[in-house]
């Protein structure tokens, strides 16, 4: 279960690194906006591009985030489902017992005196 548990885990991280990859590489279509409202052209077809046209970053990018929303979600469904939460400490062995400060009686609790100024000497 638990090489399962790190499979996930990589694969959640390449999947989020490529979603980013993708995600920058490709020219945003809002960028030539101004081109268009200056030409007169009102249409949102002709700001945002045309619907049906993606390309292979488009469609990378899609499986990519898909592919970070399972392993996502499969960390989720793992995680919910263990009896073990956190750091368990239950097993662990001392191999000698802790040692403790001997109790005196005659430990100076006072706060330190500050030390005496040294005379500065004026020419």
Not at 45 to 53: D, I, L, T
Request: hydrophobic share 45%.
């Amino acid at each position: 279960m638990e090489a399962f548990k790190t499979v996930i885990w990589i694969v959640n991280i390449i999947s989020a690194l490529a979603v980013i990859v993708l995600v920058l590489l490709q020219h945003g279509k809002g960028a030539d906006a101004g081109a268009t409202f200056g030409s007169g052209s009102g249409s949102a077809q002709g700001v945002f591009g045309s619907g049906g046209n993606a390309n292979f970053l488009t469609r990378s990018t899609a499986i990519a985030a898909t592919v970070f929303f399972a392993t996502c979600m499969a960390m989720v469904y793992i995680h919910s489902n263990t009896t073990r939460h956190g750091l368990d400490f239950s097993t662990v062995q001392q191999s000698q017992p802790a040692q403790t400060a001997p109790a005196s009686s005659n430990i100076n609790t006072a706060p330190a005196a500050p030390a005496p100024a040294s005379p500065r000497s004026s020419k």
